[in-house]
């Protein structure tokens, strides 16, 4: 999976770096096919927001784009917040794909 990382009024760290390749890779395992991750960290201006960061993640492929946006009071924590958001999704999208994969076989066996 190709994995897209920018930042704006941040600078993203290679440990940040590295540890959102690893994450977001593993996110193939739900659902093949995804292609192309971007990965965006930002920070909210707004002193009094308690959580100012904020990663937005968006995965395309194969017809689908599934995208996450959560806030945390550190990128890393953003970061995996978006990662469990995004497992969800994942997960509810291939059980749905199974599911009309089986009433289409089920229908044509009838």
Do not use: W
């Not at 996110?27 to 192309?36: A, E, M, T, V």
């Not at 993640?57 to 917040?81: K, Q």
Request: hydrophobic share 25%.
């Amino acid at each position: 999976m190709d994995v897209t990382i920018s930042s704006s009024g941040m600078e993203v760290s290679p440990r940040l770096g590295e540890s959102t390749r690893q994450k977001v890779g593993k996110l193939n395992r739900y659902l093949s096919g995804i292609d192309h991750a971007t990965v965006r960290f930002s920070e909210e201006k707004n002193p009094r927001i308690a959580d100012p960061d904020i990663c937005e993640v968006t995965l395309e492929g194969h017809g689908h784009h599934i995208r996450s946006r959560v806030n945390g009071p550190t990128p890393l924590a953003a970061l995996d917040r978006a990662i469990h958001k995004l497992e969800r999704q994942l997960r509810r999208t291939k059980t749905r794909r199974v599911d009309r994969q089986q009433h289409t076989r089920e229908r044509r066996a009838s």
